[in-house]
């Protein structure tokens, strides 16, 4: 079973930085296409940033320019670099992956919690 563990939330102050890491257990990671997702309290899941098998990479427009996703396909994981954070960015963030490029998210992580204060 695939397992997806994230690490590297924390509580920061608005400006400041952190880098998530999910970590995923199992074959075949360099074939699959992987999303960081988030979700803040009363609000839905959205999609934060993806990469895919070849490292092209998509963003929200609401981190684009502050947040880079990258993948180390040797370690099994995947990153995702938070700068210039506001509060706003506030949320549980998950990981997720799908099995290919042209599949639906199907593996999810347990989530980490990303506070940013004001």
């Known amino acids: 079973q695939v397992q997806l563990v994230e690490s590297g939330g924390g509580l920061v102050q608005a400006g400041g930085s952190l880098r998530l890491s999910c970590a995923a257990s199992?074959?075949?990671?360099?074939?699959?296409?992987m999303g960081w997702y988030r979700q803040a309290p009363g609000k839905q899941r959205e999609l934060v940033a993806s990469i895919t098998s070849r490292g092209a990479t998509n963003y929200a427009d609401s981190v684009k320019g502050r947040f880079t996703i990258s993948r180390d396909n040797a370690k099994n994981t995947v990153y995702l670099q938070m700068n210039s954070l506001k509060p706003e960015d506030t949320a549980v963030y998950y990981c997720a992956r799908a099995r290919t490029d042209y599949t639906i998210y199907t593996d999810w992580g347990q989530g980490t919690q990303v506070t940013v204060s004001s």
């Open positions: 199992g074959n075949n990671f360099s074939i699959n296409r």
